[in-house]
Structure formats: structure tokens, C-alpha cells
């Protein structure tokens, strides 16, 4: 059984491995220097079990898919009425950089994009936490749902840093509005190491089998988030997590997930299991071409769409 699932694993990425569509993304180096034709694919069952194949350990930058599991854990710090407060759920239809707030309470959209992700990162360990606090918290919050101790790629936050024009503007934005109390530099500097932080197809699996459990790590059997903020998680990766691509998502492939720009992509089957795969060429919503093949080919061929009878 072990065993024909794994080979399972291994002929869907050799049915998508022809397939050099998209392109890298440019900043920082190490995702313009990744090697495009890297492919890989886990899934942690809900038991803890996992399946994997191709470059399944090799470690990459999470970027954007950091946004789902930080809101989780910031979820489970304040509760879902005070966090809905500073940011709403309502998918935007917008590109994840865009500079927007909704025109009347001037909160975020929701915390999927930038805008959100910036204010849910600045909220982490409470209203006077310090840059330090929150970046330690982060990695030590990323490293309890991986079930190991995630470090960083220092260089590729850096230069991220340097060129993050983009994200300051939206972090200035914020302020301006009075979203956000903190200095946009800070949490601009923050926010981009929590998208550096370093993990492997398999710990994204297992983060997401932690979302598909309602919060309880099946590995190391924690329970890292409570059953209420692991719902939020899903049910807003569900509608925002693919951007500009959510609702074409949903309805072909029709799993709560999220997309990095390293080439990440996060899924998870409520009460079954985490997936996971890699592949650094991009479409142009910043989602992973070869990893969405393997979504959509798993979702069709295993019956995972949500709102199939199984
Ligand atoms: N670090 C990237 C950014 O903030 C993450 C974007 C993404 O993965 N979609 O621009």
C-alpha cells in the first residue's frame, strides 16, 4: 500500500515534469538562481504518515505560503473577532502586491495579500512586542508546525530587503491609514523574513496536515493551533489564498491552498491530509505551473475536491 502510493506519488510528477511553462520569479537570487527544473511532491496523512517523491527535501524560501500559517498562529493569539477587526476576509480579486484597503474601515482585504500579511505579521506577540520578539516568534511558531527547527536564508531576506520598494509603499500605506501602529520598516523587514524562512516539501506537508487535523501536529502530536483558528486558516485560503486565481482554483481543483513565488504550493484535505509540492516556474498569479498540474491532476484523480460526495 506504502509503496504503490509513493510510486503513485512518482508517475504524476513524471506526467508533469515535460511541462516549462511559466517563469522564475526575479528577486532575490536565490529564487532567480533556483534550479526551474527542480520537482517535488509530499502528503502527510492526518496520522502523521509521509509520502513523498522527486526533490521533496530540498529546502526553499516559504515566501507567501508563511501568510496562511502566521495568520493561523496569530488566530490563536487573539481570537478571530479581534483579528477580524484589523483585517477582513474578503477575497480582493487583486494581485497579492496590490496597494488597496477597503474605502471605509481601511483594513486590509484580507491577510492572504501583502496588506494583510504585513498587519497580521505586525500583531504578532501582542500590541508592544519588539522587531526581535516578532521575528523569533515567527520562526519558533513555522518550526512548531514543521515538527523541526526551521532556520532562515539570511541573504535571501537581505536582498529582498533591498529592492522591497513595493512592500514599504504598502507598510507606509498602512500607517497612513492608521492600521498599522508599527514602523513600516520594521515590519516590512519582519514580514520578509518570515517569507525566508527556509523549509522542504515535506515540512509544508506537514504544516498543512497540522490545518487538516484542526491544529493538532500529527507527527509530533502537539496541538499547535486550536480547532477555531485552523478553520479561519482554511476557510480563508479557500477563498483568498490563490489571489487573482482563487476562484478559478476552487472550482477546478477545489482545496483550501497557498502559493508562494519560490514556487511553493500548500493544500489541505479537511480530516485526510496535508499536500505539498515544488516547482520554481510561475504562472502569472505567482502560482507554481507543474505544482498546480499536480494539484488539479491529484484533486481529479483521488476525488479531493471539497465539494465532491466521495
Ligand atoms: N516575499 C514575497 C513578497 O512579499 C512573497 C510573495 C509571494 O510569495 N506571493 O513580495
Known sequence: MTRSFAEYLSSTLDAVREDSGGEVHAVPSALAEADPDRLGVALCTTEGEIFDSGDSEHEMTIQSVAKAFVYALVLDEYGVEEVMERVDVE?????????????????????MINAG???????????????????????????????RELSLDEQAAEEELAAAHRNLAIAHMLRGEGVMEDDPRDVVQGYIRQCSVLVTTCDLA??????????????????????ASSRQALSVMTTCGM???????MSEIGIPAKSGVSGVLVGAIPGRFGLATYSPRLDRHGTSTRGRAVFERMSRELDLHLLTDP
Open 206 to 227: 506537514v504544516m498543512a496536515a497540522t490545518l487538516a487535523t484542526g491544529g493538532r501536529q500529527p507527527v509530533t502530536g502537539e496541538r499547535v493551533l486550536s480547532v
Open 243 to 249: 489571489y487573482d486565481s482563487a476562484g478559478d482554483w
Open 117 to 147: 500579511a504585513l498587519v497580521v505579521h505586525g500583531m504578532v506577540g501582542g500590541p508592544s512586542s519588539s522587531w526581535e520578539d516578532r521575528d523569533r516568534l515567527v520562526l519558533e511558531g513555522l518550526s512548531r508546525l514543521a515538527g
Open 91 to 111: 477575497p480582493s480579486g487583486e494581485a497579492f502586491d496590490v496597494l488597496s484597503v477597503e474605502p471605509e474601515t481601511k483594513r486590509p482585504r484580507n491577510p
